[in-house]
């Protein structure tokens, strides 16, 4: 069932027919024995259960995660070059979730929906307070960058100022979810935001692109006593290795500087990292709240957005994000932070 790989979503509920017996069914189509017990993890852009199984094969045990992509986003091939990103890095020996191959393929079909099977891996949010852990978190994201640098993706696009910063703005003014008596204020700061954004790359020049995690903010690492794993790689695509540390920072900029370094000095263990590309950290956070508010903007058929972001579209979202925009262009302007 070849998708369109836009992520403009048709009209309607995107998940209306994905009901209780349907995810159990198509579990079993895979060839897996359900027994009945079904639990929604926390996701908005797919939909992702954790479903009870008899007598699994290895490494799935009594549960799987069935994860059915949301119809229009990514096309099969797209979804196929992450899936086969997953399967280098887990035959790299690096701790990620890779899907489970049924029916000798990775990516099923049932009942008009695609999906994948996981293995459930379980953790604690890592502690980014903690120095060492920075640094195990640093030379894992350059293992993941030594695999996704040794090819490009093909099929999957770039993260860069077109796609999650000049096409969502465009998409916010044309469909009008900016209110009226602010249009003019955020499409003024949004313009100079871009501005700021277009400065930044050209202050880092022609730095390289790698296949990435995309999303990797702390969220989607589970910690154990054994280490990190990686989980989530809906979002990869091709950019900056930056994109895949920044997230990972938080709090005033000396705290930031002290992680970031942390961060660097692991991931030079295996990797060397570009400082040029220190440049882009306040760039990329200002294309990643455009792209947010798109984001949202674009699923607001699918009910679940509304119940989950009943904020948005408010005179007070909106007006908040004026001001993060404004602040981000001050931030732009000012030097990059500094990994010591």
Same mark, same amino acid.
Request: proline share 7%.
């Given at each position: ?143 993941? $960058? ?28 044309? $469909? ?52 990190? $794993? ?48 220190? $440049? ?61």
């Amino acid at each position: 069932m070849e998708q369109n790989g836009t992520e403009k979503i048709p009209g309607g509920a995107p998940y209306s027919g994905l009901t209780p017996e349907l995810v159990l069914d198509a579990v079993e189509s895979a060839g897996l024995r359900t027994d009945g017990r079904q639990l929604a993890l926390n996701s908005y852009e797919n939909r992702v259960y954790q479903v009870g199984v008899e007598d699994g094969p290895p490494p799935l045990g009594n549960f799987a995660v069935a994860k059915f992509y949301r119809p229009g986003r990514w096309s099969d091939r797209q979804i196929l070059e992450e899936h086969g990103f997953l399967l280098e890095l887990e035959s790299a020996e690096i701790p990620v979730v890779a899907p489970l191959k049924c029916h000798e393929k990775t990516l099923q079909e049932f009942g008009g929906y695609r999906f994948a099977l996981f293995p459930r891996r379980g953790g604690r949010p890592p502690n980014l307070e903690d120095r060492d852990t920075l640094a195990w978190l640093g030379r894992f994201l350059a293992r993941i $960058h030594a695999v996704g640098a040794s090819k490009a993706h093909a099929e999957r696009p770039a993260l860069d100022p077109e796609s999650f910063g000049r096409e969502p703005r465009q998409w916010l003014l044309g $469909h009008r979810f900016v209110p009226g008596d602010l249009l003019e204020a955020w499409s003024s700061v949004s313009a100079q935001a871009l501005e700021g954004v277009a400065r930044c790359y050209a202050r880092a020049g022609a730095v390289a692109g790698i296949r990435l995690h995309g999303d990797c903010h702390a969220g989607n690492v589970l910690w154990t006593d054994a280490g990190p $794993h990686f989980v989530d790689f809906d979002d990869s695509r091709t950019g900056p290795a930056v994109q895949d540390l920044w997230m990972l920072l938080s709090g005033e900029r000396a705290v930031a500087e002290r992680q970031l370094s942390d961060l660097i000095a692991g991931y030079e263990e295996f990797r060397d990292f570009d400082r040029r590309e220190l $440049h882009l950290i306040e760039a990329l956070r200002t294309l990643r709240l455009l792209h947010y508010s798109a984001w949202i903007a674009r699923r607001w058929d699918d009910p679940a957005f509304p119940a989950a972001f009943p904020w948005f579209g408010t005179q007070r979202y909106w007006q908040d994000r004026i001001l993060e925009l404004r602040e981000q262009v001050a931030a732009m302007d000012e030097p990059p932070l500094a990994a010591r």
